[in-house]
């Protein structure tokens, strides 16, 4: 309704109008004009008095848990959303990739072609020729500098390592899910579902593995396991564990 506003005549009233009503949804000016009306009316004021212990009987309940296994999907898709998502090239950006590696791959095979011919030249038995020492030296450097250290984590600032932890889902020399299950086990910590997030990381300075494990609606459990010593029955295994998020 708009403008001036017209008061519903009774009574009787109708049930629905009374709720809208006693909810506050009905314009000021109308509910100011309504509400002594319907007071005054007694079958109107019974449906009031309905209304009114209905809505105490619903604040009076204990409150409802949410069951786990919503309070896990949820977190997962909370998890998921956090995690960063790839970036949208355009078709005609893709192309001109593509043609300027097409390019440089074709540039590369002429210039190793070429280097092929000199050194089939040099050493003509072919079968004798073997890479340069100082060739082999820069491949095991770059083999080397390609292969990321784990994230390094001091025990006090576990959170900070949240959002790099829920991006992995490497188990590093856990390996497997039942090994990560024995370890939480022998912990004390009960949990079969799979990690949110789980990587390998260095806590103040000791090699760990680090899972992000569901804890309730907008919470984490963060668990820190020594891979070389944690195991059921090895409580000593757990290194962390923390809950962190809204309570």
């Not at 629905?16 to 109308?30: C, F, K, S």
Request: contains cysteine; negative net charge.
């Amino acid at each position: 309704m708009t403008g001036m506003e017209r008061v519903p005549m009774g009574p009787p009233w109708s049930v629905d109008l009374i709720a809208d009503l006693h909810a506050g949804v009905l314009p000021p000016e109308v509910a100011a004009q309504l509400r002594p009306r319907v007071e005054a009316d007694p079958e109107a004021r019974e449906v009031l008095q309905a209304l009114d212990a209905t809505l105490a009987d619903l604040e009076a309940l204990p409150p409802i848990p949410m069951p786990d296994h919503v309070a896990a999907r949820i977190d997962a898709a909370l998890a998921a959303e956090a995690r960063p998502a790839a970036p949208v090239v355009s078709l005609d950006e893709a192309r001109k990739r593509r043609n300027r590696r097409l390019g440089l791959g074709g540039g590369v095979l002429v210039a190793a072609a070429a280097a092929f011919g000199i050194v089939l030249a040099v050493a003509p038995g072919g079968n004798e020729a073997t890479t340069p020492p100082a060739a082999q030296n820069t491949t095991t450097k770059t083999t080397n500098a390609s292969a990321a250290p784990p994230l390094a984590v001091k025990e006090s600032e576990l959170g900070a390592a949240v959002g790099d932890v829920l991006k992995a889902q490497n188990y590093g020399p856990l390996e497997t899910q039942d090994r990560l299950s024995g370890c939480l086990q022998g912990g004390g910590i009960a949990s079969t579902s799979k990690p949110l997030g789980i990587s390998p990381i260095t806590l103040d300075g000791k090699n760990a593995v680090m899972a992000v494990l569901p804890a309730g609606l907008g919470q984490y459990r963060l668990v820190v396991l020594d891979p070389s010593t944690c195991g059921p029955d090895k409580p000593e295994g757990v290194l962390a564990n923390t809950t962190i998020g809204q309570k």
